[in-house]
């Protein structure tokens, strides 16, 4: 069985965008997905 529901569990996340067409100038999905969830505390 899994450990119980209130032990938190730390975990580590990594975000990478691969695109041919496009730069951090012009791509706001992956900076958003990293705000997001660095808000979240993740």
Known sequence: MGKPASEFQ???IAVM?????RDASDDTSGGLSARSRSRSGA
């Not at 965008?17 to 067409?21: E, L």
Request: net charge neutral.
């Open 17 to 21: 965008t691969v695109s041919d067409r």
């Open 10 to 12: 730390a975990v580590q």
